[in-house]
């Protein structure tokens, strides 16, 4: 069975999703960067062992990244899940977990990396939203993608509402792409684009993970 460790900074609500999927999986903490991000109750709540490292105890980027990477490595965790988790993650933090590192971002990728995904897609008269998650890379909210949804924007919409509706799908895709890595069906070519296997397709060695930037 995988073992899954969730970073947060928030709600948690894709976190809650993601432990109400009933995954043949074992979550083995919730880690926040903030003492204050709800998340931390509920998974407490859910039993999981959940705890905070606070960035702004931190002199710098990278010591924040050192003292995270080795509490998350204490787990020895398959898989890093990025939950609404917001601080950007260093390259040798990224390259570190390669190929166990997933990211929800609230945009369809490659528009709109970065903040207020929302507001832009509004701003820029878009008809369709959505939400991606992908395999992180050192590039902010970019690397392989392995499940998006889309939704539309409708006439009225504001951040608000167009963020509720695609919040509702990222409930759905996250569950779904984690189901997938748990079953060992996404493969990451050397191309940087996921295969999913079909059931019958997968083996020992379906996980073949490429160089970065290969
Ligand atoms: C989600 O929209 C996620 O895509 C983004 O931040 C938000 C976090 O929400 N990265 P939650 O903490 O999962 O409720």
Redesign the pocket.
């Known amino acids: 069975m995988k073992k899954l460790l969730i970073l947060?900074?928030?709600?948690?609500?894709?976190?809650e999703a993601l432990l109400a999927a009933n995954l043949p999986a074992q979550f083995v903490a919730v880690i926040a960067n903030r003492p204050d991000a709800a998340?931390l109750d509920t998974a407490r709540q859910a039993g999981i062992p959940a705890q905070c490292i606070d960035h702004r105890a931190f002199a710098n980027r990278d010591a924040f990244d050192d003292a995270l990477k080795q509490a998350i490595d204490a787990y020895a965790p398959d898989l890093v899940i990025l939950?609404?988790f917001?601080r950007v993650l260093g390259q040798s933090f990224v390259e570190h977990f390669r190929g166990r590192l997933m990211n929800?971002?609230?945009s369809l990728l490659p528009a709109f990396p970065g903040l207020h995904t929302h507001r832009k897609a509004i701003a820029m008269g878009c008809k369709l939203a959505g939400?991606t998650v992908h395999f992180v890379t050192p590039d902010l909210d970019c690397g392989p993608i392995v499940i998006q949804a889309a939704v539309p924007v409708l006439e009225n919409d504001t951040e608000h509402t167009l963020?509720a509706r695609?919040?509702v799908e990222?409930h759905r895709i996250y569950p779904q792409a984690i189901r997938w890595f748990c079953e060992d069906r996404l493969k990451l070519l050397a191309d940087g684009t996921v295969q999913l296997l079909q059931p019958s397709q997968v083996s020992d060695s379906a996980m073949i993970v490429p160089p970065l930037g290969a």
Request: aromatic share 0%; glycine share 20%.
């Open positions: 947060i900074s928030g709600r948690g609500s894709n976190m998340g939950a609404g917001m929800i971002h609230p939400a963020s695609v919040l990222e």
